[in-house]
């Protein structure tokens, strides 16, 4: 059985803080090796060589000397970012239609005209209060009558001329 | 002078231009094809204790473009 080194391939040029090591394409796509890249780009210089197709030799340079169990921990962190890096690719792609379905409801619901407000009870209630008090004050109007209107007890109406 | 190869089954060949572009001042030349590699030429001779730098950064700067080049496709 081949170690982790072998199946890696990896060379360690600890003069020049740098090691370099192979990825497989069947197992790791070009398009995780790159996210892998980026999210220790900003610490590491890496430079990408693939003299064979399907495979990517990984250089990977600290930016100060180091030592080699260092370095290894830096090549481990890679590859510990690639399968990060398909595991995210993975999840992402099974639940792509489901984001889809939600953030599509969401954008019709954002869209969607404003419907009138159903009638509360608290609204009926009201209604019926006025309602009331309209009946109470016709009420009262009919009992006074129109006699208490034409009544005059002041005298200051005047006749039409 | 310093002749830097990129495998053209990694690298566009966009990126490799917008580097150079950004790289001028260091007299990075514009690149050839030599079958499955693009190469660059770099001809500043004042910085050769520093070479080894430049051409780091160099790729390093190619291959950030070439991330964002392919997450943009």
């Given at each position: 059985m081949k170690t982790f080194k072998e199946s890696t391939k990896t060379r360690l040029n600890p003069e020049a803080s740098?090691?370099?090591?192979?990825?497989?394409?069947?197992?790791?796509?070009?398009?995780?090796?790159?996210?892998?890249?980026?999210?220790?780009?900003?610490?590491?210089y890496i430079f990408l060589d693939s003299p064979f197709r399907g495979k990517v030799d990984v250089y990977?340079?600290?930016?100060?000397?180091?030592?080699?169990?260092?370095?290894?921990n830096v090549r481990d962190e890679f590859?510990?970012?690639?399968?990060?890096?398909?595991?995210?690719?993975?999840?992402?792609?099974?639940?792509?239609?489901?984001?889809?379905r939600i953030v599509g409801g969401a954008i019709n619901a954002a869209l969607a005209k404003p419907q009138p407000h159903p009638r509360s009870c608290g609204?009926?209630?009201?209604?019926?209060?006025?309602?009331?008090?309209?009946?109470?004050?016709?009420?009262?109007?009919?009992?006074s009558g129109e006699s208490a209107y034409g009544k005059d007890p002041l005298g200051i109406r005047k006749p039409a001329a | 002078?310093?002749?830097?190869?990129?495998?053209?089954?990694?690298?566009?060949?966009?990126?490799?231009?917008?580097?150079?572009?950004?790289?001028?001042?260091?007299?990075?030349?514009?690149?050839?094809?030599?079958?499955?590699?693009?190469q660059v030429e770099m001809t500043h001779e004042d910085q050769v204790e520093n070479r080894d730098h430049i051409v780091s950064e160099f790729k390093n700067y190619v291959l950030y473009l070439n991330i964002i080049h392919a997450a943009n496709r």
């Open positions: 740098e090691i370099v090591f192979s990825i497989d394409l069947k197992i790791y796509l070009k398009d995780i090796v790159l996210k892998a890249c980026y999210a220790i780009i900003d610490r590491v990977l340079k600290t930016k100060r000397k180091v030592t080699p169990k260092q370095l290894e590859l510990n970012g690639l399968v990060n890096a398909s595991i995210r690719k993975a999840v992402s792609r099974k639940n792509q239609k489901m984001v889809e609204d009926d209630e009201d209604i019926e209060k006025i309602e009331r008090e309209i009946e109470a004050l016709k009420k009262e109007l009919e009992d | 002078m310093v002749r830097i190869n990129f495998s053209q089954n990694v690298y566009a060949k966009e990126t490799i231009q917008s580097a150079i572009k950004e790289f001028k001042d260091l007299r990075m030349r514009s690149i050839l094809s030599r079958g499955r590699y693009y």
